[in-house]
Nanobody, 127 residues
Framework: QVQITESGGGLAEAGGSLRLSCTTS????????MGWFRQAPGKGREVISC??????????FYADSVKGRFTISTDNAKNTLYLQMDSLQPDDSGIYYC??????????????????WGQGSQVTVSS
């Protein structure tokens, strides 16, 4: 079983930057495909960015709304997944959740089956 601890987030002005971190414990880091989801007030949880690594290579997925602005990355030595968020917009506000156990390709990312979720990190972008 994977334990997930998130950190980062907070308050930023439009055009600013924030970074989210997601540290895991349990199975070896990278065993499960991982990613970030966002839930805005009154809305459902939407996928933002996902990453998976295998012997055949890596796959990275970005939602159209964040392409070119957000960057997902990993530090295997620290068992940590990051989401660097640049050029933030008020619509980026919400609670961001780290997840493990996803189904990831370069063109899709889905949360189905047994998913492990972080506790959520609040991101608020002011205009």
């Amino acid at each position: 079983q994977v334990q997930i601890t998130e950190s980062g987030g907070g308050l930023a002005e439009a055009g600013g930057s924030l970074r989210l971190s997601c540290t895991t414990s349990g199975p070896p880091f990278g065993f499960y495909p991982m990613g970030w989801f966002r839930q805005a007030p009154g809305k459902g949880r939407e996928v933002i960015s996902c990453f998976t690594e295998s012997v055949s290579g890596t796959s990275t997925f970005y939602a159209d709304s964040v392409k070119g602005r957000f960057t997902i990355s990993t530090d295997n030595a620290k068992n940590t997944l990051y989401l660097q968020m640049d050029s933030l917009q008020p619509d980026d506000s919400g609670i961001y959740y780290c997840a493990a156990g996803l189904s990831v390709t370069s063109s899709s990312c889905a949360a189905s089956g047994d998913i492990y979720w972080g506790q959520g990190s609040q991101v608020t972008v002011s205009s």
